[in-house]
């Protein structure tokens, strides 16, 4: 009688498999755009059009790859050198800001804080008629330098807030006992708080990477021709009337190739980081 | 034992992040709001990028213009399209993140991965989700053709982004009318709920404000203030206000990508629920969906609080996401944060697109100022 399920049993079975049926469509909802993607990107130019949107590649033709890569030319290095710069900055900026903000008392800092934090949520486009004046009057309009105290500046809050949320839970007695022994503030930070911080360092490091790498706003509207980030390539690539579909499509996969890689390799981080982004830690 | 020292190297060293903080976005902020009542940008006689540009005060004329002005009803257009652009990216990311954090509550097989493909979206650029749903909804391809081609159906007949109809029309002159009736109701919630906790004197003042507002309806107050608006001459220039078909594309495209966001929320306020409580609701003879009734979902309403107002204002500033799947110029699917870029960036209408930031930053801030008082409160 083994083999006979019970009433209960069955319920349960279906349920479990209306479950798992559910959860494949939506797997197959949410990478249908990557199924076109690639496909689309892999074809031949000539073999593209609307009819035969969804079908697979008749042969797989790579070109399209070194094309985007030579129409992207300088602004994949223009993206790298302005995600590192900016990454780099924003996050040892961050990390000091966490450690005062948690382990010091600086005076007024109940206001000081909440007052960073609102920096983070604000639209950009209400700074960035006063921000494009003030970079013209510095010199720094148009140029990388310029794009890297951007996003260094608007970085603080969030890198600062993931900071001292980390920081809160190292418990003072370890600060205490470190300053007895006669560490004074650098003392402290360097054998005390910065070789705990690594995991706070990777949450940081790879938030700001995604999020600079994938910025829009300032990118089109803070550089010239020769500054522009990837983002904007991709923008215009895809941007015009009749266009070829492989470039865009292959554009768009080698622009969201590094997050995309960061995201796989080190998903918990990044999920930790997304939620920060919601105050708490 | 810490030193005095060492507390003023402690301030020292934050010091350049408030200076910065304090200049890059208080200052400017105060420069946008001076800016936005200047003829920046739209006296003839001011070449708007020359060195020595002069502007005058103008008052609050800019924010006359873009409230009232015939030709410029790009901005009424725009805040048509947030209006609804937020309520259903914002309810369609918060039911699908739901169902999919429920799904995954129970002991799947594969959940990470199932978990990894729900939020990968998430690390893609708005401008790479733009383009790559621009493709998707083709007017006669992508999409449209898919129930052609798998089940030989008719294919889709909707022009998506290149839509034109509209949807949930409404007279802009009526808007001042709707907040009344708005106003009115969610005030009458309060007092029927202050009046049931016995707090007289509070739900005393709601129906005063209650028969305020309802004589100001009566006496027909806001057609005299704002009616100029709608003659017919007016309308036929004005395109419809209304949700703008053309948004639907632009929202699903969106909730693909943060729907995600909300789904880990929701599992890490599910992973938040102690076992106890729901063992104790199973021994009470709850059933399954009882439990998730009962117990889950009323322990994550502050997270589908915070998940709305976070959503809330990624939505308000939706920019990238437009510009990559519509085009800037799309009239029908303009939103404040694209107009802020083609007014100032294009059109060198500095002044005019800081009054519609500092709309925009007006919005955002009703909203995140509360929420950002009550989070850091809670913690203190």
Known sequence: ?281 | MRSRKDRVIAFLMVLPSLVAIYIFVYGFIGQAIQTSTSDWGSNPAQPPLAVNVVKSYVGLQNYENIMTDMLEFSFRNSLANTFFFTIFFVVGCLVVGLVLALLLDQNVVGEGIFRTIFLFPMALSFVVTGTIWRWMLQPNGGINILPQQLFGLDPIDFGWVNSRDVLFPFEWGQVPTYLTYFGIAIIAIMVVNFAMKGRWRASQYGVIAIVIMGLVLMAGLWDKIWLPLDEAATEAIIAPKGFNAALIGIIIAAVWQMSGYTMAMFIAGIRGIPEELREAARVDGCSEIGIYWRIVLPQLNPIILSAMIILGHISLKIFDLVFAMAGPDNAQTVVPGLLVYIEGFRENSFARASAIAVIMLFFVSVIIVPYLWSQLREEV
């Not at chain 1, 005076?107 to 960073?116: C, N, R, Y």
């Not at chain 1, 003392?187 to 005390?192: A, E």
């Not at chain 1, 991709?234 to 997050?259: C, R």
Request: glycine share 8%; hydrophobic share 55%.
């Open chain 1, 1 to 281: 009688m083994a083999n006979v399920m019970t009433a209960n049993e069955m319920r349960r079975y279906t349920i479990r498999v209306a479950i798992y049926v559910v959860l494949g469509l939506c797997t197959i909802i949410f990478l249908t755009p990557v199924y076109l993607v690639i496909v689309t990107a892999l074809k031949d130019p000539a073999t593209i059009n609307l009819a035969s949107t969804w079908s697979l590649p008749e042969s797989l033709y790579f070109e399209s790859f070194n094309e985007v890569m030579v129409e992207f030319g300088p602004r994949i290095q223009n993206s790298v050198a302005l995600v590192i710069a900016a990454t780099a900055w924003s996050s040892i900026a961050g990390s000091l800001n966490g450690y005062v903000f948690s382990k010091w008392r600086i005076p007024g800092e109940k206001i000081l804080f909440p007052l960073m934090l609102f920096g983070m949520f604000i639209p950009y486009q209400a700074i960035l008629i006063p921000l494009f004046e003030f970079m013209r009057n510095v010199n720094l309009y148009g140029g990388i330098p310029g794009l890297i105290l951007i996003h260094t500046v608007y970085g603080l809050p969030i890198t600062t807030l993931i900071f001292r949320n980390f920081y809160v839970d190292i418990p003072d007695e370890m600060l205490e006992a470190a300053s007895i022994d006669g560490a004074d503030f650098w003392g402290l930070y360097r054998h005390v708080v910065f070789p705990l911080s690594i995991p706070g360092f990777v949450v940081v490091v790879i938030w700001q990477f995604t999020q600079i790498w994938n910025e829009f706003l300032f990118a089109v509207t803070m550089t010239n021709t020769d500054s522009q980030p990837i983002t904007v390539g991709l923008a215009q690539l895809a941007g015009g009337e009749a266009v070829k579909w492989n470039l865009p499509m292959a554009g768009a996969i080698v622009a969201a190739l590094p997050p995309l890689i960061i995201y796989i390799v080190l998903g918990r981080y990044f999920i930790r980081g997304l939620l920060a982004g919601s105050i708490k830690g």
